[in-house]
């Protein structure tokens, strides 16, 4: 059973920062893409960031520049360092991790979520 559990969620001023930590556990062969999503309230969610095993990077525009990635593939852990915050960047964040717990089974997998909220 591969879970993904995340933490370092919570409140935070504008202009603040915050870092997100999602680890994998479980009966894990290997892990391809992570990444983290979010779904703001009364919204769709959206990819925020993700990195492939190999350390390719992928941020959504209204991020660039003010997020960054990385990951420890030792771990099966994933982070978000999130720098000058904005209200609109108040979500619930989902991690996510595209892992095989044996050579033929390959699923995507989510975290529960956590909070972030950005405000005065």
């Known amino acids: 059973q591969v879970q993904l559990v995340e933490s370092g969620g919570g409140l935070v001023q504008p202009g603040g920062s915050l870092r997100l930590t999602c680890a994998a556990s479980g009966s894990i062969y290997h892990t391809y893409t992570m990444g983290w999503f979010r779904q703001p309230p009364g919204k769709q969610r959206e990819l925020v960031a993700s990195?492939?095993?190999?350390?390719?990077?992928n941020f959504a525009d209204s991020v660039k520049g003010r997020f960054t990635i990385s990951r420890d593939n030792d771990k099966n852990a994933v982070y978000l360092q999130m720098n000058s915050l904005k209200p609109e960047d108040t979500a619930v964040y989902f991690c996510?991790?595209?892992?095989?717990?044996?050579?033929?089974?390959?699923?995507?997998?989510w975290g529960q979520g956590t909070q972030v909220t950005v405000s005065s």
């Open positions: 990195i492939t095993a190999g350390g390719s990077t």
């Open positions: 996510n991790a595209d892992l095989s717990v044996t050579l033929w089974q390959r699923n995507t997998y």
